[in-house]
């Protein structure tokens, strides 16, 4: 599974973004089996993203709910290694 933004990018580890206009970044990607991190929500959820605001904590979008988003927007990308 791939999980974009609505503009039509992958949402990737790492990203940075806004989210209800604040500044965050994507700290997991549940897309697929087979990382530890991320199993729970995948099976959980279906897959999803967590996104970690500034002061704000953390956030989980379920993979279901990312095209209806309009909150979440992309703003660029890093390398995560």
Not at 6 to 30: M, N, P, S
């Amino acid at each position: 599974m791939i999980l974009k933004y609505q503009t039509g990018e992958e949402i990737q580890k790492g990203d940075r973004v806004l989210f209800h206009r604040e500044r965050g970044r994507i700290e997991l990607v549940a897309a697929e089996l087979g990382d530890p991190e991320a199993d729970w929500y995948i099976h959980e959820y279906g897959g999803g993203v967590m996104i970690i605001e500034e002061g704000a904590g953390r956030t989980f979008i379920p993979a279901d709910q990312i095209d209806e988003c309009e909150d979440l927007e992309f703003v660029s990308r890093t390398d995560v290694s």
